[in-house]
């Protein structure tokens, strides 16, 4: 049987998890940011300093209680009983991720988290980089969102509530290009389209359309019908 999920994958600031939380709540399943753990584990390798090693980073979210907690609607980011929330999202975390999910040993560990997660009464949307290509190859949705670097670095500024001049979005398409370079470029588990993903370019669709269309792809036998 193919797992409970519906994988929506991304290069940065495509609107994926944002967008698999509507589809989550239309649909009446689970939301799992998966970016939002590799952050954690990104706080606790800049806690350790650089060159980041995997054994230690993996050994502290061990023993710190990195984990997932599930409010009944989302999965959140905790460490030491406590959510991380905007922590998360900080300009060095995101500087730094790209080269702490490269680390094999961090993506095996963060992959067998997800994967003991979803379960047959708890159909997940599950948003990231590889997660229809490594993590649930086998599952019965897979979407591919995307949008032009310009689309997605004006969406970021003023998800920030930050100044949108021309410059900035310059500036911006920038930061984010580089990391979906570093995503691309690394050997294990690189962001790329799977091969049966539906492929969603969002530059011209609103936030409604967008969810719509996943939302109507939904209706697939391998899902389970629970209703918002
Ligand atoms: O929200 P945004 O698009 O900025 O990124 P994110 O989803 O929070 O992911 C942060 C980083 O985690 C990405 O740039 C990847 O380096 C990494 N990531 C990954 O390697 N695999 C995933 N399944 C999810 C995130």
Do not use: C
Not at 190 to 210: C, G, I, V, Y
């Amino acid at each position: 049987m193919s797992p409970p999920v519906i994988a929506i994958d991304g290069p940065a600031a495509s609107g994926k998890s944002s967008t698999a939380a509507a589809v989550a709540a239309a649909l009446g399943y689970a939301h799992l940011d998966s970016g939002a753990l590799y952050r954690g584990v990104t706080i606790l390798a800049l806690e350790l300093g650089a060159p980041p090693e995997p054994e230690a980073i993996l050994r502290s979210a061990e023993a710190r209680g990195l984990t997932l907690h599930y409010d009944g609607r989302a999965f959140e980011v905790y460490l030491a009983g406590e959510p991380l929330g905007e922590r998360l999202r900080t300009a060095e975390v995101t500087s730094a991720v790209s080269a702490v999910s490269a680390l094999p040993a961090v993506r095996e560990w963060i992959n067998a988290r997800l994967r003991g997660l979803v379960r047959p009464d708890r159909p997940v949307v599950l948003d990231g980089r590889d997660i229809g290509t490594a993590v649930f190859p086998d599952a019965p949705l897979k979407v591919f969102l995307t949008a032009s670097p310009e689309v997605r670095a004006r969406r970021r500024l003023q998800q920030r509530n930050e100044d949108a001049s021309s410059a900035r979005v310059e500036a911006e398409a920038r930061i984010l290009k580089a990391r979906d370079e570093a995503d691309s470029k690394r050997p294990t588990a690189p962001l790329r389209k799977a091969q049966d993903a539906h492929l969603l370019d969002t530059s011209d669709l609103t936030f409604e359309e967008q969810v719509g269309r996943i939302v109507a792809w939904a209706a697939h036998p391998g899902l389970p019908k629970i209703g918002g």
